[in-house]
DNA sequence: AATGAATGAGTCTTCATTCAT
DNA sequence: GATGAATGAAGACTCATTCAT
């Protein structure tokens, strides 16, 4: 699990070495290529020859970067976690009116739709510690921070919109992602039945109704 | 693929002997147990020996009734779905009355929140669906008339409610099925967030909202 | 772990059905080819594969009748140590002169170097168990059978013999033991240096001297 | 296959730069990490990385010094076999009397006793030669260096000890090798049935008997 | 010389499916 | 129809070895 942060930017250490270098990388091509893969065909289809071909490697690049296929799933995970938090944060930075905020949430709400693969990877990642947390304790501490992340923590002060009399924020939180993930699964389902157009349109409908 | 239809109430044919009374009561029991198995590890984790043992059968019974774990799980999603269809049609037979109907709807919206299972079984056959349906041409009859069930499609004429004005009577649809779906897996992969009170209360709120 | 007792001769059950007599076959002609493989290449170095194929069975067979290469490992020395308590225990019964039983228990000893396989399967055991007992626990019990058994427990009553005057009976049992299997892995390692005649006549000797 | 020979005390060649200095180092290095991992693990199961990072270094640096995993194997019983054969010439070195050499002979014999590595190396190495011998040809050479230097070869002119009456000169030194062993592995399989103690005493008593 | 990332052959193990009974 | 032994394809993982640095 590794935040990449530049250190050398912060006059900390050394500069990585060529090794290193290649390194993150053949890692950063395993992640990339997790994404598609996970997404496309769920964690239990997915192989992790098809993962490390797809990076463009042999099954030996993944096994130096990382143990077990869900290890793998896990940073992938936390990585596109906190880069769309990074990404909402960035959205909202220094913007002090309510309406303007919202205008930018609903910005970035509206355009997940367009990220299958965010919204494939929750669904996966949900069905995955439904069906796991069960069996193994080691996972609490990774989900727990996950589970944060996918709250759209950030989407905080909402509570005064038209639902926000009768619903609490964690249960308008709780909707707009519900509705995003499953907009998405059955435009990917059933295009005809939720062409793009109607998806955006109606995730805009249920936002604006959300948090009016 | 089986569709089963009491040929008998039909006058067609004699009634089964023995031997096709017992054959039939393993086939339901494999059906039962599938739904519990599917539900609980999902398709592709779901071992054909599980869903035997959970029968209290061996593997021999379930091939004597299925070619693959697929045709099981695409005959469970059929039984699956005339059940429901039939025991809405049983709600509101002979109810007039729109209003009347649309209390009859909203019971029965809200009593599948209760069943977890067949939401896990929606979610599992749309992901399912959407990862072989490119691979296999074969599936398309199925999932043709699966699809149509899932749709609700008795749940008709609600079309002047107030969303109605601006949504499409497709559009409520989905969201009532995105939404049941959503937050039943939210419910199981988070009760402490999500408890059973508040995922009734929240569909509630949502099949008012768009069927007002 | 199994130990066959002919239960029909007890009047105990039914005779097996032939799935069982398959079974039981299939398992045997496994432990036959165990001993051969693990024999001739080492536990580490015997794949399952070239067990299963000298038993003239797969891979599957294999796992059908053993969890692991440990497991058939641990139920082949099981099966052996058994088989060769039987065989001492018949050749001394009903024998009471000490001179007699002596001369038969030399018989088998002198007879035990011929069988290379046993002498090997002892010694890959006592590197095995030197190298695992350290990490797992759950093989103690099996060990402490099997290893009663390694230890020709039935040779008792030698204590009065020329060494025994000075050597405790365990000694001289130890010194029996690793002369067998080190003189039958010399004259394996290095025929010319001990062949056959001379390793039985060196192991006669030292019996001779030690039981004296 | 090396022998390390100080070719600069017998003023053949230059001192060796610092290049060559830091390459020996390595070398002894990774033998030293052999002897120990070898003797833990076995041949089979020890891992070129484990004894990289035991001698503390990468792969890399077993790569600059050996060809395979076999070569350092055949290195490390050379290299500890000429150690051996020197400390026993070093130990009966001007020793003329016979009485006086079987002691010093004794001394070493029971002094390997402690050496548990130096049994389970040849022990192994006789394994990995049974085993292998037959599929590679190349190992002859190797091994009949190493195999003359096990034999004790310097344990000459025994034959006329009480069993050497009867017992080759050959036998004799067979039995030895094959009770160290033994003992020695008896010992680490089963401390409470040989303890330290009873492996020295038996050692012992065994070589009196054998060289009387 | 040494590092360590990457390769890929080799092996265990699982499990859908077949088949003799 | 049902059993369950056996098959064998598939896939995760290990590790000796190679190679760019």
Known sequence: MYIIVDMRAQGAIAAPNKHQQRTEVTRQ??????????????????????????????????????????????????????????????????????????????????GSATNRQWAMLTLEFKLYALRHSRKRARLAAAHQRIRESLHLELMSHLNDSYLGRELKENAIKVLLEVLLTGLVLEHSYDPKRVPAEELTNLLGRMFDFLTE
Chains 1, 2, 3, 4 share one sequence.
């Open 29 to 110: 091509k395993l992640l990339g290529a997790a994404l598609r893969v996970f997404a496309r065909d769920g964690f239990e289809a997915s192989r992790i020859e098809d993962i490390a071909a797809e990076a463009g490697h042999s099954r030996g690049a993944f096994y130096a970067n990382f143990n077990t296929k869900e290890d793998l799933f896990l940073a992938l995970l936390e990585q596109q976690a906190s880069k769309r938090i990074g990404e909402l944060q960035a959205a909202i930075a220094g913007i002090d009116n309510r309406k303007q905020r919202l205008i930018k949430m609903r910005q970035f709400y509206l």
